[in-house]
């Protein structure tokens, strides 16, 4: 369908639109089209792009659930260094502006060398066996930020989740961006990008 772009002939005149930006938006002829048929490019789908950034220390967030089809919301820390690390004092949150999501981990709390850490997002519950529960929930566009006993972010992610049990997972495992993948709580991520 062809598009025509009307411009005021006054403004021209006036000078008020330079000439060569005036010619321009008469060569591309060119308003958008109004009519309910008029096909728009899909939005792009968030889960299909990496989201994040490379990790940067030994203790990172290496996955996460923000809808599960069961169970509750969980993410899962990992060990990319070869020594066991100590994650007492150490905090994760989804909000650091709320003092009532921060988890702090308790005393004795380590993680072995190239180890898993799941930590269920459950706001505090214990319905789902022992471990670790945070007193958040993850929602579909939010936050999860891991801090230092001392206060310093180490490692987080801003994140746009997919649904339907699918994890965002760092792929390559403990490296790279994070992908939509297969949820694998405790274990290696996918090898590759699905």
């Known amino acids: 369908m062809q598009h025509l772009l ?5 403004l021209l005149v006036a000078g008020l639109l ?10 591309c002829n ?11 490019p899909p ?4 889960a299909t792009f990496g989201q994040g950034g490379e990790p940067r220390s030994a203790l ?29 004092g150490a905090y994760v949150t989804d909000a650091p502006d709320r003092l009532d999501h921060f988890y702090r981990f308790p005393p004795g709390t380590t993680l072995a060398a190239g180890a898993y850490l799941v930590v269920h997002a459950d706001n505090g519950a214990t319905t789902t066996g022992e471990g670790h529960h945070a007193p ?12 230092a006993a001392d206060g310093l972010v180490t490692d987080g992610l801003n994140y746009l989740a997919p649904t339907n049990g699918t994890a965002l997972a760092r792929l390559p495992d403990h490296e790279g961006l994070f992908f939509a993948a297969a949820p694998t709580p ?5 090898a590759v990008q699905p």
């Open 30 to 40: 060119a308003v958008p089209d109004e009519s309910p048929d008029a096909a728009l």
């Open 60 to 88: 990172i967030v290496n996955e996460l659930v923000a809808a599960p089809t069961t169970g509750a919301d969980w993410f899962e820390l990992a060990n990319r260094s070869a020594d066991d690390l100590d994650l007492s």
């Open 136 to 147: 958040f929930q993850l929602g579909e566009a939010d936050g999860l930020y891991l801090l």
């Open 186 to 190: 405790g274990a290696p991520n996918p």
């Open 43 to 46: 939005a792009p789908d968030a």
């Open 6 to 10: 009307y411009l005021p002939v006054h």
């Open 18 to 27: 330079p000439l060569s930006l005036s010619l321009l938006l008469m060569a």
